[in-house]
């Protein structure tokens, strides 16, 4: 079985350019999920997605984040302008269900450096 | 909000130890916990997960507790071996609210042959 795909792994960008990330999630996982993690942290979650519909982007920085899920696949995270504070992993996962006693697998990461 | 803490930040022990790791959590209504490793330049490997109604599971020589009411779990390694040296994270999956995860901020464990 495939895992969670994602690309570009690595990044280095200026501040104030835009930066895509792109996510293909385990067949059939209807859940996705991107987390940031910043170097010495735990992950922290970004957006949540159920099929192509948004559960929760609470800690979504919206002035300079966005993410998109349209068929309910694959998904992009977009940042721009980029600030050097976002230098980080950003990490896509997926679950089959959102609750419940499923685990949730993750990709490898994007890691993405502001200079 | 949930909070979760592990202590220690860093480990090392030498070759064929046993050794536990903590995580700690503030807010006792969590659905499950999970353990996970994370390689250097690599995602995250889930090795245990822990329903609420559990006490603890087993994978190999890896043993995860889980004591719901006092807000702790350990995470047991029997007979250490060098490539066990990852980051180790655990992470909660509260009762209500968001249906994501809440991590610590990982224990780094360095196994020296």
Same mark, same amino acid.
């Given at each position: 079985?495939?895992?969670?795909? %994602?690309?570009?792994?690595?990044?280095?960008?200026?501040?104030?350019?835009?930066?895509?990330?792109?996510? /293909?999630?385990?067949?059939?996982?209807?859940? =996705?999920?991107?987390? %940031?993690?910043?170097? &010495?942290?735990?992950?922290?979650? =970004?957006?949540?997605?159920? /099929?192509? &519909?948004?559960?929760?982007?609470?800690?979504?920085?919206?002035?300079?984040?966005?993410?998109?899920?349209?068929?309910?696949?694959?998904?992009?995270?977009?940042?721009?302008?980029?600030? =050097?504070?976002?230098?980080?992993?950003?990490?896509?996962?997926?679950?089959? %269900?959102?609750?419940?006693? /499923?685990?949730?697998?993750?990709?490898?990461?994007?890691?993405?450096?502001?200079? | 909000?949930?909070? #979760?803490?592990?202590?220690?930040?860093?480990? !090392? #022990?030498?070759?064929?130890?046993?050794? #536990?790791?903590?995580? !700690?959590? +503030?807010? !006792?209504?969590?659905?499950?916990?999970?353990?996970?490793? @994370?390689?250097? *330049?690599?995602?995250?490997?889930?090795?245990?997960?822990?329903? !609420?109604? @559990?006490?603890? @599971?087993?994978?190999?020589?890896?043993?995860?507790?889980?004591?719901?009411?006092?807000?702790?779990? +350990?995470?047991?390694?029997? $007979?250490? @071996?060098?490539?066990?040296?990852?980051?180790?994270?655990? $992470? #909660?999956?509260?009762? +209500?609210? $968001?249906?994501?995860?809440?991590? *610590?901020?990982?224990?780094?464990? +360095?196994?020296?042959?």
């Amino acid at each position: 079985e495939a895992g969670v795909a %994602q690309s570009p792994r690595y990044k280095i960008i200026e501040k104030r350019q835009s930066v895509a990330f792109w996510c /293909n999630p385990i067949s059939g996982h209807a859940t =996705l999920y991107w987390y %940031q993690q910043i170097l &010495g942290q735990g992950p922290k979650l =970004l957006i949540q997605f159920q /099929n192509n &519909g948004v559960v929760d982007d609470s800690q979504l920085p919206k002035d300079r984040f966005s993410a998109e899920r349209l068929k309910g696949v694959d998904s992009t995270l977009k940042i721009q302008p980029a600030k =050097l504070e976002d230098s980080a992993v950003y990490l896509c996962a997926s679950s089959s %269900q959102p609750i419940g006693g /499923n685990t949730i697998y993750f990709g490898e990461g994007s890691w993405l450096t502001v200079v | 909000k949930q909070e #979760v803490t592990q202590i220690p930040a860093a480990l !090392s #022990v030498p070759e064929g130890e046993n050794l #536990v790791l903590n995580c !700690s959590f +503030t807010d !006792s209504a969590i659905y499950n916990l999970q353990w996970f490793r @994370q390689d250097p *330049g690599k995602g995250l490997t889930s090795l245990l997960l822990i329903q !609420s109604s @559990q006490r603890e @599971q087993t994978s190999g020589r890896l043993n995860a507790s889980l004591d719901k009411s006092s807000g702790r779990s +350990t995470l047991y390694i029997a $007979a250490s @071996q060098p490539g066990d040296s990852a980051t180790y994270l655990c $992470a #909660v999956r509260p009762q +209500t609210g $968001a249906n994501n995860l809440f991590f *610590g901020t990982g224990t780094r464990l +360095t196994v020296i042959p």
